[in-house]
């Protein structure tokens, strides 16, 4: 396959990453694409991380490598911020530093790219366990989008995570003035807001070329709760309203389900945890969004159903707005629902 040799920067945020470090490097200094810069960011890391950066680095001494050291941890949205400001490439791409890539990932996305001038193009993820297996994919069908209100609609609407920043390829000119927030929740979210807010010609291909590990003791599955985390997910969560707002008002009712559904999310987190105040709170901020969110219907003179996928409308929004009324209405039934939901996880491992 032939392809443009212009410069890939991969950066690669590493925090205490050494048990998958150099797998993850491996996939991406072994592309088929080859001219490809690594960046690594090794974020305040406590083990054997750094000195391993520099053991990759030396093994790969015939590929662009650059080792950037915070200290302390900045978080996973300062460690790819400071990636990209150290970054030469004209294409920019993320890999998490437990994750790992098929080898022809980076020349077929830069093929696409090139041959449709896109500015970004995205590809399929494989949930893979420690062992390889395969525990689910996420597959999007192959797809052009050639306006930018199409494209942030897309972003916004779609049931497939489309916001992990890890999974495409971009445009370097993509980043210039990004507002990266010093958050530790959310950060694909917000990033991906702006980005997807940005292009103009966004290609998907139907390729699983990402392994996203599943790992036990993943941030996803930490069951501890942190009010400044939750902070955090309301920061990123506004500023994805106000991109919104000011640049597609049509799509600002999603913009707001989706915050809804998010508190909620905090909301299960206290309820496991017995903490009442915080729970009462977030009542009351539920029952304020979702009257936003109904103000904002009338405004507009449109209805909940505005997702064009049929079978999403009747899955996944009606589905959602029946908990959201239980979750509003019937706060202690909610509350038992949650608990019960954290022990059959628990109880099955899931």
């Known amino acids: ?27 991406v200094a072994e592309q088929s694409y080859k001219n490809i810069e690594i960046v690594i960011v090794n974020n305040g890391s406590s083990d054997s991380t750094p000195e391993i950066c520099e053991e990759l680095k030396a093994k790969y001494n015939n590929r662009m490598f650059k080792i950037i050291n915070l200290n302390p941890n900045q978080g996973i949205n300062f460690a790819r911020r400071a990636g990209v400001e150290n970054a030469s490439g004209d294409y920019t ?62 972003f916004m609407t779609n049931p497939v995570p489309t916001w992990n920043v890890w999974d495409k390829v971009y445009k370097r000119n993509l980043f210039e003035n990004l507002e990266w927030l010093k958050i530790s929740a959310l950060e694909d979210y917000c990033v991906s807001a702006q980005l997807f807010a940005r292009a103009k010609k966004f290609i998907i291909i139907d390729n699983l070329f990402y392994n996203y590990l599943q790992r036990s003791d993943s941030t996803l599955r930490l069951k501890s709760i942190e009010q400044n985390k939750h902070d955090d997910m ?47 709170n977030l009542i009351k901020n539920m029952r304020e969004i979702y009257s936003e969110f109904k103000a904002e219907l009338k405004n507009q003179n449109s209805n909940i159903n505005l997702r064009p996928e049929a079978a999403y409308k009747s899955i996944y929004l009606n589905k959602y707005r029946a908990k959201t009324w239980v979750f509003i209405n019937l706060p202690k039934l909610a509350v038992l629902y949650s608990k019960l939901r954290l022990k059959i996880k628990d109880l099955f491992k899931i």
Request: proline content about 2%; overall charge negative.
């Open 234 to 280: 309301r920061s990123a969560m506004d500023l994805v309203i106000d991109v919104t707002r000011k640049n597609f008002p049509a799509l600002l009712p999603e913009a707001i389900w989706r915050k809804l559904l998010f508190t909620e999310r905090i909301f299960m987190d206290y309820a496991a945890a017995n903490s009442k105040e915080n729970i009462n």
């Open 93 to 154: 791409a993320f890999i998490d530093s437990d994750d790992y890539l098929d080898l022809e990932a980076y020349e077929t996305a830069i093929k696409v790219l090139e041959e449709n001038n896109a500015d970004m193009v995205q590809f399929g993820i494989k949930l893979v366990d420690l062992d390889g297996k395969i525990l689910r994919l996420w597959q999007h069908d192959a797809k052009i989008f050639n306006q930018t209100e199409e494209i942030y609609k897309y």
């Open 1 to 27: 396959m032939s392809v443009s040799v212009k410069l890939l920067s991969v950066i690669i945020p590493a925090y205490n990453a050494e048990k998958y470090l150099a797998k993850c490097v491996e996939s």
